[in-house]
């Protein structure tokens, strides 16, 4: 791939990133759009629950 290749497709995955509707909080689409990627490219991807300190 060439630098407007790679270009072209990170402008393509940021498009489709920011519309997916997010309000803070709610971002279950999002990490499912994130993981779904990331597992097109053979990483091993998976959501689980925040962690929480204790202070």
């Known amino acids: ?3 407007k290749t790679y ?3 990170i402008m393509e995955k940021a498009v489709q990133l920011l ?3 997010s309000p803070s909080g709610y971002g279950k ?3 499912s759009f994130v993981i779904e990627e990331l ?3 053979g ?3 998976a959501r689980r629950a925040p962690q929480f300190s204790k202070r």
């Open 39 to 41: 597992r097109k490219y």
């Open 1 to 3: 791939m060439n630098f």
């Open 43 to 45: 990483l091993k991807a």
């Open 29 to 31: 689409e999002v990490t």
């Open 7 to 9: 270009t072209d497709y």
């Open 19 to 21: 519309n997916i509707d």
